[in-house]
């Protein structure tokens, strides 16, 4: 049976005891009784429901204390009730309400048996008068309510008044509509009724208190009430727990039990009561036997005692009914509940099943190299994790479900379908999770032994490109390297592929078409290596069989170098001369062709492989590094948001993790959606990946921004590295090394880009990409050189400017310096030159600054230094000597004419050399704009028809560095100006006008004070040195010049160099007089590396005066100090 159908039976029953106790309440409080018809019976809803109900003794409690009427419980003959009138002289003064609710109330108390046989009226006149008895009973037959079988009145006992009763009865008898007898004596009244059923003042036995009735009449009315209102309770709340209907959510359920269970204990305690009161009520109907066992009870004592202990036997049985129907209510309310917590948790974990199917759906198990297929495993491992806590939830779920149906749950025909729905979704994800691990495993297989064939490959290359030619001349040697070669042979079974097309039925299911490719490419590398390697066996086959003599060792002759022979054709003789040498040596004439051409595809093929193995440390290094970030980024910056570890996070930490991490996030994604995977591009062709690097320049330039917050990042975390919170986070991630350790992973990463460039460009000489790897390089260095540089800049203090205003920062670094005035400060000028400043320099376009520099207390970042700004110096007011007295590594600052200088002495020659050169640039280019603005100026003054003052001449524009002060510098600056025309005129040809060779010795320290040397005006024109030629001599260069192939020569600024001769294709060979290196120029380069070239190297840019027209305008000089020891 079900529970459905036990909850309906159980309420029937409890329905069938309801009934049953309404009827015995109607019994005890006489609510039934009948006006005319013994047989008539109320339903159990019209006692329950009615309100006019009859009187009880508490509401006629004054009437009934009067004592005018009683009703002693006593029985007639036939059992008729007996209603016993004692005598109260004042009943005609009652009032007829009183009389009538007295009477109803008495009438009542007897059964339906009894009362309809009728009653029996006791009425005691004996000391009364007729008339009184007459009017008695005339008020009698008047308001009695119930069925009367007989009057009996004591009549008077006076002598008038009993003859007129007599004498008057006789006549109006007929006029009380009712059987009266009048009796003389209480004798007579016992042949009416027995003695033992009357009270004692009727000469009966029976003992009667009146106010004893009263209160055993209100208790029993009160027990009856209370009855009646429990059971009229329990009827309602039994209707409503079988007319409420199941809510459709877990919330309302429970509120729904919570609510029903409250009543049912106030149900239960209105029974307790209930049954508590009845047994004190039967207790106190039996307390007359308890004192006196022959005590004989009366019928009314008899029935009430009958009718209270079968109301407590039918409250017990209704209370166990009850408690029958609410254990099932119950048990129906919480498999409602636990339903709704099924449905509901069906849902969720049917939704989250749905989500790792999609996921897994769109995961392809396509991978395209070990490192990749590795990445992918993981990645399905992580999706593996996460599903399988999807799959526990979703078979306990299920679990829980047969563990419903198990326990008659009455919903099993919705709960088995879900639990089978689940069990199938899990198995599906289980087995996608299979298919696809077991794929990506036969994929990193193949992989793998991709791999390890190309390696053997690449190590079977090392190994021919390792092997000296010199040691296979010898028979011994050419054995030796024949043995090794097949020691490395006999190891090909197993590192190789053997059968093609067992490998492709092996892994048929992951063989995509670009892993088809690597498979033929593997194939075609061992069919090569293979062949390389039996060529080479060949070779040295025919070495160790052939007898050679000793060769004697003999100085190389100098090669004579045609001056009309081209640089490109000289690397080609090189190079061929060099194989042919090769070929020679290894073997027979025959054969020199074909060595040749292996040679360099040999050769070729190990720069391939240095390339390559460069190549997969930057992809795997790369993904590595983006895999730290997504850890760091997930494992501690989220956790810094998640309310379950805010309890961890220290008050310092709160709100800063902006501070903590700098802009990772935005590193991350720039790696993760965009560097990456256009690396990833160029994994065949490694050479190229230079022009990558160069497209995503300004995208790597937000490493200086985190590099800035570095230092505020590592104070933050020293401050909090021991908290709770970051140790939380790292054994999650299970995590060997700290926070710390991987916020430096940006400042690393950024400068491992340089050091695998630097490797790449290694090998990839002459390569398609070798000017993009270059370029690239140079500008990863730039980043980090304007990284460092920036870190510098933040650090100074006390310059009230704007340090953006100076242009962009050239070099910075750390020098001694001393000052020296012109005028006066004597003794601050020998101080100074005996204990120097230590002072460190900001280059910017605009201004040169001297700052302070200040170690800070602290650890790691925290020691970085600060700078106090000390003194700036305007770069359009300042000129440089390169060399000062006694020190190659000093060099000399001024400006003002000299009033003030500086002389700085750098660490090293060095050092110092790359100073003065940046230097010479940034007034080179203030020369050049100066130039641009005197010409503007002369087409202007050209322009304007009003001629020339006289005096102009005078009053000509400056171009000196120092304003002349006397006549002598003024004509030691006139006898330069003619030697140097004048030696021009002398050596130079017209084609070479505007050429100035470094052929005049001038020591500098001879001249001003040992500051400056001779001045050369500027009397070239831009429209000259186009059409200027070259011509054999020695020049200055003042700009760095990389050289672009191994035949061609570099050169930087502030390098001597000679032109010796003319080649073809407009090449020049030169020779560089400080490295004594030589080597072939283009002669495009050199006119823009020395056409600007003068005979010394000393620049400056100052304030001057411009007469005439343009006397306000600013003035460049240029200073040359030229070298005592070139000749010319």
């Not at 399988?388 to 047969?402: K, N």
């Not at 570095?710 to 970051?726: G, H, I, N, T, V």
Request: proline letters at 4%; one cysteine or more.
């Amino acid at each position: 049976m079900s529970l459905l159908e036990l909850i309906q039976e159980g309420q029937e029953v409890l329905s069938g005891l309801l009934h049953n106790l309404f009827i015995s309440i109607s019994v005890l409080t006489r609510q039934t009784h009948s006006s005319g018809s013994s047989s008539s019976r109320a339903p159990t809803d019209d006692i329950v429901h009615r309100e006019d109900g009859p009187l009880c003794a508490a509401e006629i409690g004054s009437e009934l204390q009067k004592q005018f009427a009683i009703l002693p419980g006593g029985r007639g003959m036939n059992g008729n009730p007996i209603i016993f009138f004692p005598e109260y002289p004042d009943f005609s003064e009652l009032e007829e309400e009183e009389v009538q609710n007295v009477l109803s109330y008495l009438s009542s108390i007897p059964s339906v048996a009894a009362s309809g046989v009728g009653f029996i009226l006791v009425i005691d006149r004996r000391l009364d008068r007729w008339a009184a008895v007459r009017a008695t009973l005339h008020r009698i037959a008047g308001s009695f309510p119930g069925n009367l079988h007989l009057v009996l009145v004591l009549r008077p006992t006076t002598l008038l008044q009993r003859t007129l009763s007599d004498f008057l009865f006789k006549y109006n008898k007929d006029e009380f509509k009712m059987k009266v007898v009048m009796l003389s004596s209480v004798t007579e009244l016992h042949a009416y009724i027995d003695p033992g059923q009357l009270t004692t003042d009727l000469g009966g036995t029976q003992e009667y208190c009146h106010d004893s009735w009263i209160s055993h009449r209100t208790a029993i009315e009160a027990f009856a009430l209370m009855v009646k209102t429990t059971a009229q309770t329990l009827q309602a709340f039994g209707t409503e727990l079988a007319e409420t209907e199941l809510p459709n959510d877990a919330e309302a359920t429970t509120n729904l039990l919570h609510t029903h269970t409250l009543k049912k204990e106030r149900m239960k305690e209105d029974l307790q009561v209930a049954l508590s009161q009845g047994g004190r009520l039967l207790e106190c109907i039996n307390e007359p036997l308890q004192t006196d066992p022959d005590y004989s009870m009366t019928y009314d004592e008899l029935e009430n005692l009958a009718t209270v202990q079968r109301l407590l036997g039918q409250l017990d049985e209704t209370e166990t009914a009850f408690d029958d129907f609410w254990e099932r209510h119950r048990t129906k309310l919480e498999q409602c509940l636990q339903l709704r917590h099924f449905e509901h948790h069906f849902r969720e974990v049917r939704a989250q099943l749905d989500v790792t199917s999609e996921r897994l759906s769109g995961f392809s198990e396509v991978s395209v190299s070990p490192a990749h297929a590795e990445h992918v495993l993981r990645e399905l491992g992580s999706h593996e994790d996460k599903a399988c806590d999807a799959l526990d939830r979703a078979l306990s779920l299920a679990t829980e479900g047969d563990r419903l149906i198990e326990n008659s749950h009455y919903a099993e025909d919705s709960i088995r379908p879900k639990c089978g729905e689940l069990r199938g979704v899990c198995e599906e994800i289980s087995s996608t999770l299979r298919s696809k691990k077991s794929l990506l495993l036969r994929a990193m297989e193949l992989h793998h032994a991709l791999e390890k064939a190309s390696r053997w490959c690449e190590e079977g290359i090392f190994l021919l490109a390792s092997q000296p030619v010199d040691r296979c001349q010898s028979q011994d040697g050419a054995e030796a390297a024949l043995q090794e070669l097949e020691r490395y042979l006999d190891t090909a079974p197993l590192h190789t592929l053997t059968d093609r097309s067992a490998i492709c039925c092996q892994y048929e299911a992951v063989l995509t078409t670009q892993l088809r490719d690597q498979v033929e490419k593997v194939f075609q590398k061992q069919s090569s290596v293979q062949e390389m390697f039996e060529k080479r066996r060949v070779s040295l086959k025919k070495l160790a069989a052939k007898q050679t003599r000793p060769v004697q060792p003999v100085a190389p002759r100098p090669e004579v170098k045609s001056p009309l022979s081209s640089p490109n054709q000289q690397r080609k003789e090189r190079r061929y001369s060099a194989d042919n040498a090769i070929c020679k040596k290894v073997e027979s004439p025959i054969h020199n062709g074909g060595t040749r051409h292996a040679s360099l595809s040999e050769e070729e093929e190990n720069l391939a492989v240095l390339r390559r193995h460069v190549m997969n440390e930057l992809l795997e290094t790369e993904r590595a590094y983006v895999e730290e970030l997504l850890c760091v980024l997930e494992g501690y910056a989220a956790e810094m948001d998640n309310p379950a570890m805010a309890h961890l996070i220290p008050s310092t930490l709160l709100s800063k993790k902006v501070v903590l991490f700098g802009n990772m996030s935005e590193i991350y994604q720039f790696h993760k959606r965009t560097f990456l995977k256009e690396l990833e591009a160029y994994t065949d062709c490694p050479e190229l990946v230079g022009r990558c690097f160069l497209e995503r320049m300004k995208d790597l330039q937000i490493y200086e921004a985190y590099c800035q917050n570095k230092p505020r990042s590592e104070s933050l975390w020293r401050q909090c590295s021991d908290c709770a919170f970051f140790q939380e986070c790292q054994k999650k991630l299970e995590h060997k090394l700290g926070l710390d350790s991987y916020l430096l992973k940006p400042v690393q990463r950024i400068t491992k880009y340089q050091l695998l460039l630097k490797e790449l460009l290694k090998y990839s000489k002459g390569c398609d990409g070798c000017d993009d790897l270059q370029e690239a390089l140079s500008s990863i260095l730039g980043i980090l050189k304007a990284v460092n540089d920036s870190m510098h800049l933040i650090a100074i203090t006390g310059y009230e400017g704007n340090l953006s205003e100076l242009g962009r920062l050239m070099m910075q670094g750390s020098f001694s310096v001393w000052t020296e005035h012109k005028k006066g400060h004597a003794k601050v000028k020998d101080l100074a030159r005996f204990k120097p400043m230590q002072r460190h320099l900001f280059l910017h376009e605009k201004a040169l600054l001297f700052c302070k520099r200040r170690e800070e207390n602290g650890e790691g970042y925290e020691k970085a230094p600060s700078y106090s700004f000390k003194h700036s110096l305007s770069m359009s007011a300042v000129g440089i000597t390169e060399n000062a007295k006694g020190d190659n590594k000093k060099f000399e600052i001024w400006c003002n004419s000299r009033d003030e200088v500086f002389i700085v002495q750098a660490p090293t020659p060095e050092i110092k050399t790359s100073w003065v050169n940046e230097i010479r640039k940034v007034l080179t280019q203030q020369l050049q704009a100066c130039r641009v603005f005197v010409s503007e100026a002369s087409q202007q003054k050209s322009s304007d028809p009003v001629s020339p003052s006289p005096t102009s001449n005078n009053s000509s524009i400056s171009l000196s560095p120092f304003r002349s002060s006397g006549q002598k510098n003024q004509k030691k600056q006139e006898e330069k100006k003619a030697e140097a025309s004048t030696m021009s005129d002398s050596s130079s040809s017209p084609k070479h006008k505007g050429w100035n060779k470094a052929s005049l010795s001038v020591d500098a320290s001879e001249e001003n004070d040992g500051y400056s040397s001779g001045e050369d005006p500027i009397t070239s024109d831009p429209e000259d040195e186009v059409g200027r030629k070259l011509a054999p001599g020695k020049y200055t260069v003042v700009a760095d010049c990389e050289k672009a192939g191994p035949q061609e020569l570099s050169v930087k600024s502030g390098d001597v160099v000679q032109l010796i001769r003319e080649g073809e294709e407009g090449q020049w060979f030169v020779k560089n007089l400080r490295s004594s290196k030589e080597g072939w120029v283009a002669a495009a380069n050199l006119l823009s590396l020395i056409s600007e070239s003068k005979s010394s190297q000393s620049l400056s840019s100052s304030d001057g005066s411009v007469s005439g027209n343009l006397s306000t305008s600013s003035s460049c000089s240029e200073t040359y100090t030229s070298f005592s020891d070139i000749k010319p």
